[in-house]
C-alpha cells in the first residue's frame, strides 16, 4: 500500500460502503417497524406524512449514532491505519517543501473583549516559546472592531505587547477601515497582503487557545503531507464556570472525541473546516477559496456566512485534503454560559448553515462535500421536523381518539392503548432513545476500560452521575431548543435576516427578567397543549410529557443552569469534571496568569475615560493610533463630514455622538489631527468639561 492509498485513495470507498450501509439499514429497519401500524387500515395522508418525518429524521440519528459507535470502536482498539497521524507522503505533492518558512497566527476580532483576546494569545506564544520552536511563527491580529473604544483598547495592548517582546516584528496589529464579507474577507484581505509571506496559517478565534506543542505538530504533519491544504484540530471546550457551560465542558470532552475518531473514519481526507482551531496552506487556500456572492438578497442570497464548509469544499474540489486530526490534543474553545446566550449563537448559526442549501447541487463539489452541505442545513432543519412531527403525531392520536376508544382494565392505572398508536409510539420512543443514549453508555465503556482517562473524569462513579444529570438536563432542554430553533428557521424563511453580531463570552447568570421575557412563550405553549392533549387526547399526553416537561420548567431551569455557584457546588462533588479541570494543561495555567495581570493600565497616560477620546487628545494613545491608520486621499465631501463631528463634540459634548459618529471621528489621519491639535491646545474637553494637562505633563487628565 502507498503512502497516498494509505490516506484515503483506495481505502476510503470500503469506509464509507460500511458507514453508509450501517445508517441505511437502521433507517430502513426503524421505518419498517413504523410503517406496519398502517398497514391494517390502509395508509392515510397524515401516516405517510408520518412515514416520510420519521425516515428523514432517523437517517439523521443513525447517522450520529454509527458515527459514534465507529469512533468508540477506533479509540477501544487505538488502530486507525488511515489517520493523517500515520501518513506521509512528502514529496508526493504539488507544494513540496523547500527552504525555510514562516506560519502565521491568524486571530480575526470583532468587537471582543480585548483583555480576554491578547491573555489568550500570549498563553499561546509563551506555550510555543516554552517549545523553543517558536522562531518559526508570528503572530497577525486582524481587527474588525467597529466599537471605537474597543478598538483603541486593541492598539494599546497590542503595543505593550510588542514592546514586552522586544521583537515587535513578531507581533502584527492592524483594523479594517470597513469589514467587508465579516471574517471571510478579514482572511482574505490577510491572504492578499501578506499571505505570500508564510507556507501556513493558523486561525484562531477570540476565545481559542492552543497548545505550542500541538502547534508545532500541526506544521509537522502538514509538512509531512504536501497534497494536505487543511488539517482541523477539534477543540474542546473549557474555562467556563456555571452548571450550563460545565454540562455542555464535560459532554463535549467525554462524548466529542468518540464523534470525531468516527468523522473521520468515513472522512478521511474529506474532511470539513470548522472555522477555527486549523492550519491551512495559504497558496491553495488563497487560489481556490475566493467566496462568490449569491445571487439574490439575504438571508439565502447574498454574502455567504458560515464560509468554513465552503471553503473546505472548494479546496476538495481543486483536489487538495482536508482532514480532521481527532487524536491531536492541546485544542481549546469557550463556550456560551448560559442556554439563552447558546441559543443566541445557534440563531446566528443557523442562516449561515441554512444558506448552504443553495450550494448542495452547485457544481463541481465532491459528494461527500455535498452530504456535509446538507449536514449543515439538516442540524437546524432538524428541529421544526421534529417540531412537525410531533403535531402531526398528536393530530394522528385525536383521530384515533375518536374512532378507537382507550380502554382501562381493573385497576390498571395505564391504559392499553389501541395497537396502531402502542406500534407507532413504542417504535418511535425506543428505536430514538436508544440511538440518542447508547453513544454515552459507549462513552462509560471506554473510561472503565481505560484507567487513566477513567482518572481524568474523576472516577467512573462520578462520571456515571455526571452522566446520568447531563443526561436529565438534556431531556429538560432539548424542547426548549426545538422551540428556540424551529423559531430562528422561520425567520430565516420569512427571509429576516440577523447579520452576524459578537457573541456573548465569559460567566454571567441569567436573571428572572430574562429568563421570563425569553422562556414565556415556551411555558405557555406547555400549558396550552398539556391541557389540550390531557383535555381531548389523554393517551397522548402520557406519551408527550418529557416534551411537556421541558417547556413547563423552562423559566427555572435556565436560570438554575446559569448559576456559577451551582457549578462550583458540582465541581466541588467532582461532577462534570473533565481532564482540563482534574490536571489544567500549561497552556490554560499561562492564560489564568495572564488574566490575572491583565490589570495593569494599557498606557500611563490614558487612564480611565473612553478609550476612543484618548486616541484625540492623549499623545501616547494619539502617536500610536495615527500611526496605524491607512494612508488616503483627502475628501472634501467626508471632511465637512468631519468638521460638524467636531463642532458638535465641541459644542455639545462626546455623549451626543453615537458609536459610528466617534469611529468616523478616529479613522481619518487629517481629521485626527486637526481635532487633536484643536482639543490639545483648547482650555477645555468636550468629553468631560475638564481641563486637559499642559503638553509634556504626561497626558490629558480625565
Known amino acids: 500500500m502507498t503512502s497516498e492509498s494509505r490516506i484515503g485513495v483506495p481505502g476510503h470507498h470500503f469506509r464509507r460502503t ?3 450501509s450501517l445508517v441505511l439499514l437502521t433507517t430502513l429497519g426503524a421505518l419498517s417497524l413504523l ?4 398497514q391494517d387500515n390502509g395508509t392515510q395522508l397524515f401516516e405517510l406524512v408520518l412515514l416520510g418525518l420519521y425516515a428523514i429524521l432517523t437517517l439523521w440519528i443513525s447517522a450520529s449514532f454509527w458515527t459514534a459507535t465507529i469512533g468508540f470502536a477506533m479509540l477501544l482498539t487505538g488502530r486507525d491505519h488511515y489517520a493523517i497521524a500515520t501518513a506521509d507522503t512528502r514529496g508526493s505533492g504539488p507544494d513540496a517543501p523547500t527552504g525555510p518558512f514562516k506560519t502565521a497566527l491568524v486571530m480575526p476580532v470583532y468587537n471582543e473583549d480585548p483583555v480576554r483576546v491578547f491573555a489568550g494569545l500570549r498563553a499561546v506564544w509563551q506555550s510555543l516559546v516554552e517549545t523553543g ?5 508570528e503572530i497577525f491580529v486582524l481587527s474588525d472592531t467597529r466599537d471605537p473604544d474597543i478598538w483603541v483598547q486593541e492598539e494599546l495592548l497590542w503595543r505593550r505587547w510588542a514592546a514586552e517582546l522586544g521583537a515587535p516584528a513578531r507581533l ?4 479594517r477601515v470597513e469589514n467587508t464579507s465579516r471574517k471571510s474577507g478579514n482572511i482574505a484581505d490577510f491572504c492578499r497582503r501578506w499571505g505570500g509571506r508564510y507556507r501556513y496559517m493558523i486561525i484562531l478565534d ?13 506544521v509537522a504533519r502538514m509538512e509531512r503531507n504536501p497534497c494536505v491544504a487543511l488539517i482541523q484540530v477539534p477543540p474542546v471546550p473549557v474555562n467556563r464556570a456555571s452548571f450550563f457551560a460545565r454540562m455542555i465542558q464535560f459532554a463535549g470532552s467525554l462524548y466529542g472525541r468518540m464523534f470525531t475518531a468516527g468523522l473521520s473514519y468515513w472522512q478521511l481526507g474529506t474532511s470539513n473546516f470548522w472555522g477555527h482551531n486549523a492550519i491551512i496552506r495559504v497558496a ?8 462568490p456572492k449569491l445571487p439574490g438578497r439575504e438571508p439565502f442570497g447574498g454574502e455567504i456566512l458560515s464560509h468554513d464548509f465552503v471553503e473546505a469544499a472548494l479546496l476538495r474540489r481543486a483536489g487538495w485534503r482536508v482532514w480532521l486530526a481527532y487524536d491531536l490534543g ?6 456560551p454560559p448560559t442556554l439563552i446566550d447558546y441559543a443566541k449563537r445557534d440563531r446566528r448559526w443557523c442562516q449561515g448553515n441554512l444558506q448552504h442549501s443553495r450550494l448542495i447541487f452547485a457544481r463541481g463539489f465532491k459528494p461527500l462535500s455535498r452530504i456535509h452541505f446538507v449536514m449543515g442545513v439538516m442540524s437546524y432543519m432538524a428541529s421544526p421536523l421534529w417540531l412537525i412531527f410531533l403535531v402531526v403525531t398528536g393530530i394522528a392520536a385525536w383521530f384515533q381518539s375518536g374512532v378507537e376508544p382507550v380502554y382501562f382494565f381493573g385497576d390498571n392505572f395505564l391504559p392499553v392503548w389501541p395497537e396502531t398508536f402502542t406500534v407507532e409510539m413504542t417504535t418511535v420512543l425506543w428505536v430514538t432513545l436508544a440511538m440518542l443514549f447508547l453513544p454515552k453508555i459507549l462513552a462509560l465503556v471506554l473510561l472503565a476500560a481505560k484507567r487513566g482517562l477513567r482518572l481524568q473524569f474523576g472516577g467512573l462513579l462520578r462520571a456515571s452521575l455526571s452522566v446520568l444529570l447531563e443526561s436529565l438536563f438534556s431531556v429538560l432542554l432539548a424542547p426548549v431548543l426545538m422551540l428556540f430553533q424551529s423559531k430562528f428557521v422561520a425567520a430565516i424563511l420569512l427571509r429576516q435576516n440577523v447579520g452576524w453580531p459578537a457573541q456573548q463570552r465569559g460567566d454571567h447568570q441569567t436573571g428572572f427578567a430574562e429568563a421570563f421575557a425569553t422562556h414565556l412563550s415556551h411555558t405557555l405553549i406547555a400549558a396550552v397543549v398539556g391541557f389540550l392533549t390531557y383535555r381531548y387526547v389523554p393517551s397522548f399526553f402520557w406519551w408527550f410529557t418529557p416534551v411537556l416537561a421541558g417547556l413547563a420548567l423552562s423559566i427555572p431551569v435556565s436560570m ?18 473533565t481532564p482540563e479541570e482534574t490536571a489544567q494543561p500549561r497552556v490554560l495555567q499561562l492564560l489564568d496568569e495572564n488574566l490575572a495581570a491583565a490589570a495593569a493600565p494599557v498606557c500611563e497616560s490614558a487612564t480611565g475615560g473612553d478609550l476612543w477620546y484618548r486616541a484625540v487628545v492623549d499623545p501616547c494613545a494619539y502617536a500610536l493610533h495615527a500611526s496605524l491608520l491607512p494612508d488616503e486621499t483627502p475628501n472634501r465631501r467626508r471632511r465637512h463630514y468631519l468638521e460638524g463631528l467636531i463642532f458638535q463634540l465641541q459644542d455639545d459634548g462626546a455623549h451626543t455622538l453615537k458609536a459610528n459618529e466617534k469611529r468616523a471621528l478616529v479613522s481619518h489621519r487629517d481629521g485626527l489631527y486637526e481635532l487633536h491639535t484643536l482639543l490639545w491646545a483648547g482650555s477645555r474637553s468636550p468629553s468631560a468639561g475638564r481641563t486637559p494637562a499642559a503638553p509634556g505633563t504626561g497626558g490629558a487628565e480625565h
Open 330 to 335: 492541546g485544542s481549546y474553545e469557550e463556550i
Open 18 to 20: 460500511i458507514f453508509f
Open 172 to 175: 502584527f496589529y492592524r483594523n
Open 206 to 218: 477570540a476565545d481559542s487557545i492552543m497548545s505550542g506543542e500541538t502547534l508545532v505538530e500541526m
Open 284 to 291: 491553495p487556500f488563497a487560489a481556490h477559496c475566493g467566496l
Open 133 to 137: 520552536q517558536h522562531e518559526g511563527f
Open 35 to 38: 410503517s406496519v401500524a398502517f
Open 560 to 577: 438554575l443552569t446559569s448559576r456559577v455557584w451551582l457549578g462550583q457546588f458540582a465541581r466541588r462533588l467532582g461532577i462534570f469534571l
